[in-house]
């Protein structure tokens, strides 16, 4: 699509198409979280209903702390 010419210097792709350098923001993709005072990891929790993993704020999340869509 591009030519060698037209990407940056690290090969990426010119702006405004390399979007996530400027628009992407980690947290509004992770949950709610305490963290273990000890391994300064997240306590995920899972739902005794569902069984599934899900954020202080009950919202679903996989194993990783990421917030998914059901």
């Known amino acids: ?11 990426d792709l010119p702006q405004p198409y390399r979007l996530e350098s400027l628009n992407f923001n980690p947290h509004e993709i992770m949950g709610h979280f305490d963290y273990d005072l000890q391994s300064l990891k997240p306590v995920i929790l899972k739902s005794r209903l569902s069984g599934k993993f899900v954020d202080k704020h009950l919202r679903p999340v996989n194993k990783f ?6």
Not at 1 to 11: K, N, P, Q, V
Not at 65 to 70: A, E, S
């Open 1 to 11: 699509m591009f030519d060698s010419g037209e990407l940056t210097a690290e090969g």
């Open 65 to 70: 702390g990421f917030l998914v869509d059901d």
